[in-house]
């Protein structure tokens, strides 16, 4: 019997299915990334929008943001093997100071079932896990996450669970021929008094103002940023800057 990275109910409890052995992996990550590859950076975006609910119906704000995404070390759960990206994005409205969204997670690629999956945390008490299908070489996907699942779902504190029930989200991201990518997102809202869900929807286009650093296990290995091409990787940041 085969295993294909995502153990189902027969894989759990099957006698002679081996769900211990770990892979050994490349500890390049950035070789390794599949359709993330072209996000592995430092980024900027200045023209975001942002839609949200207010009292009186939508109000809609633009946002500049910082978004940086670093590779990790390989991860393994048994034989599952995972390569993904770190992230930190930081949004404030143009021209002020104030946090408008904080946001930190991970974007993981598994060759081996040619998935994606997002994680998302943000600090006023949410979090999600969203996946979806992508060919290695795809510059378009769409992820999803659903609230009541075990996988893939989304869980919020008691006040947004009560007031601003996420019940859907999704995340379409572009890798663009410009060297840029763009995100659209939207989560689906239940808010009390309410007849129909309300979108919250936000957009931006990043453009890479510093390369990504290699991960520790891959610099390791190198022995050298020369044997890696690292220095030609950090050169090209420069060029496209």
Known sequence: MSFDGRPGAEERGSSGVDIYTEPDGDPDTLANLGPL???????????????????????????????????????????????????????????????????????LWEPATEEVTFTLGIPRGQVLLANGPAAPDATEFELHATLGTEVFGILSNPFLQANFRTINYRIHVTVNDDGTWSYEEEGMLDIPGRDELFSHHDGNTLTRIAPPTPNPLAVAAAGSDHSLGIGDLRQEGRTRT
């Open 37 to 107: 590859g072209p996000m592995a950076g430092i980024w900027e975006g200045v023209r975001g929008t942002d839609q949200h609910p207010v009292a009186e119906g939508a109000g809609r704000d633009a946002f500049t943001e910082r978004y940086e995404l670093q590779p990790i070390d390989r991860q393994t759960n048994g034989p599952q093997l995972l390569y993904g990206l770190r992230y930190h994005t930081h949004i404030v409205k143009p021209g002020e100071v104030e946090t408008f969204h904080d946001q930190v997670g991970y974007w």
